[in-house]
């Protein structure tokens, strides 16, 4: 009896918000979708290339706010896996039943995210306000590292 190496459609797959996910993020997830053989979308409102794989492909939308975010949340469902930045698109993958999680490999949870979505609609009234908040800390190799270890155990969950 042959195998297939192409992913199966309705297993649980990976979902990316691909705008703002960085390079060392979209590498570990090209190489787990070939050793897993797990579904890995990349989702941007530009053209992101990706290898040639069956189980790595990109989706393009059309630009404008959220379209990225709303195109993801259409599409993911429960055991999915959505790699994200953005806290509000996390909120909604997880009223679907889907896992989130950063790309410093921080995961969203259902006890979690009412705070995260507080903290960051703080931070966006100070800089509203004119108040200087500063930026995200520079990414590091811990991060990757973190991230690789929580897209390991959703593989293994999976």
């Known amino acids: 009896m042959a195998t297939t190496t192409a992913p199966i459609e309705n297993a649980p797959q990976v979902w990316v ?11 570990i997830l090209f ?3 070939e050793r897993a053989k797990v579904r ?35 599409r993911a469902g429960p ?5 994200t930045q ?3 698109l996390a909120a909604r993958v997880l009223e679907k ?3 989130a999680v950063n ?11 009412a705070e995260r979505l507080s903290m960051r609609n703080f931070m966006e009234e100070l800089r ?6 500063g930026g995200p800390a520079a990414f590091h190799a811990r991060d990757r590292q973190a991230f690789a270890r929580e897209l390991d155990r959703w593989i293994a969950k999976r």
């Open 17 to 27: 918000d691909a705008d703002a996910c960085p390079a060392p993020i979209k590498e």
């Open 31 to 33: 190489r787990a979708a």
């Open 40 to 74: 890995v979308t990349l989702v941007a409102n530009q053209w992101i290339r990706v290898p040639a794989s069956p189980h790595i492909r990109s989706i393009q939308v059309a630009g404008g706010f959220d379209v990225a975010d709303g195109a993801i949340v259409e």
């Open 79 to 83: 055991g999915d896996l959505v790699v």
């Open 86 to 88: 953005d806290i509000p």
């Open 97 to 99: 039943g889907a896992d």
């Open 103 to 113: 790309p410093r490999g921080e995961r969203y949870t259902p006890d979690t995210i």
């Open 128 to 133: 509203g306000a004119g108040i200087q908040t």
